[in-house]
T-cell receptor, first 115, second 116 residues
């Protein structure tokens, strides 16, 4: 059972480059989200999706783009990387339950450094 | 808007003792959920415990219990019989508006150190 899979786990970019962080889940979860974690800041929501074809912005969406063409995949695109985007990125997924009755499942994280 | 406050940047506890990590929240929603996650130095997010706002009993999962005081808007995590492996960052989180887990709001975390 793979759960939530993020790739790559580590990436170094130069300012201005673009890249995509991949996220896939095999639990048929409706909800998927991207968070970034910076020292002393906890996790902050970048973008989220409540189902295929539906995405919305979170707290810190600037500089990022997402799409959800399938239930399984939710890639995060950095359009033009900036040093301020140096962070650890987490993808997460869960069932559509309001309120939830269980956990939000996290990927292992992707550490991105922008030089 | 939802807000989570964890006022203890760091906590120390002796092995085998109990420890309480504080979490207060702010919301105008009637229906919401509260989570605790553990993040060891290896970096992964480990789910510990969940409490729904309409749950009348405090949630428990093994050595973890959530002391839910709705009127005070607090959701403290109690770890009984601390172990060295409990040393980690601990994050409190709550559901966003509409009450689903697609957009959790996290606190800044508490770093717990368990001393032998």
């Amino acid at each position: 059972n793979a759960g939530v899979t993020q790739t790559p786990k580590f990436q170094v970019l130069k300012t201005g480059q673009s890249m995509t962080l991949q996220c896939a889940q095999d639990m048929n979860h409706e909800y998927m989200s991207w968070y970034r974690q910076d020292p002393g800041m906890g996790l902050r929501l970048i973008h989220y999706s409540v189902g295929a074809g539906i995405t919305d912005q979170g707290e810190v969406p600037n500089g990022y783009n997402v799409s959800r063409s399938t239930t399984e995949d939710f890639p995060l695109r950095l359009l033009s990387a900036a040093p301020s985007q140096t962070s650890v990125y987490f993808c997460a997924s869960s069932y559509r339950e309001i309120p939830p009755t269980g956990e939000l499942f996290f990927g292992e994280g992707s550490r991105l450094t922008v030089l | 808007a939802q807000k989570i406050t964890q006022t203890q940047p760091g906590m120390f506890v002796q092995e085998k003792e109990a420890v309480t990590l504080d979490c207060t929240y702010d919301t105008s929603d009637q229906s919401y959920g509260l989570f605790w996650y553990k993040q060891p130095s290896s970096g992964e997010m480990i789910f510990l415990i969940y409490q729904g706002s309409y749950d009348e009993q405090n949630a428990t999962e093994g050595r973890y219990s959530l002391n839910f005081q709705k009127a005070r808007k607090s959701a403290n995590l109690v770890i009984s019989a601390s172990q060295l492996g409990d040393s980690a960052m601990y994050f409190c989180a709550m559901t966003g508006t509409r009450g689903g887990s697609e957009k959790l709001v996290f606190g800044k975390g508490t770093k717990l150190t368990v001393n032998p």
